[in-house]
């Protein structure tokens, strides 16, 4: 079992930066991949990013050069970098757990297992 709590969301100016956090705990997380995911109303949960405990990581083409992925191993945190926010970006953004660590990184939404809450990300144009 693992629970994931984001954080960070909110309401910021195009162009302007956000961080968003998700703290991932229980007793087997670091058997999983970390991804962030976001869904935008009346659309599909898309893939966003995703990082292994150890490092390997993969980002989205269309945001790569404005969202960075991290991870803190000391705080079993996930951190999501976002700059230069457009109004597209606007969605809620979820942290999600895949339990595949060996295959390359995965990006559909389906095969996550654990979900967190979500946390909203507006912004205005």
């Known amino acids: 079992q693992v629970q994931l709590v984001e954080s960070g969301g909110g309401l910021v100016q195009a162009g302007g930066s956000l961080r968003l956090s998700c703290a991932a705990s229980?007793?087997?997380?670091?058997?999983?991949?970390m991804g962030w995911f976001r869904q935008a109303p009346g659309k599909e949960r898309e893939f966003v990013a995703a990082?292994?405990?150890?490092?390997?990581?993969t980002v989205y083409d269309s945001v790569k050069d404005r969202f960075t992925i991290s991870i803190n191993n000391a705080k079993n945190t996930v951190y999501l970098q976002m700059n230069s926010l457009k109004p597209e970006d606007t969605a809620v953004y979820y942290c999600a757990a895949d339990g595949d660590t060996i295959s390359p990184i995965r990006t559909t939404a389906r095969v996550y297992a654990y979900w967190g809450q979500g946390t909203q990300v507006t912004v205005s144009s």
């Open positions: 990082i292994r405990w150890s490092g390997a990581r």
């Open positions: 229980g007793r087997t997380v670091r058997s999983y991949t």
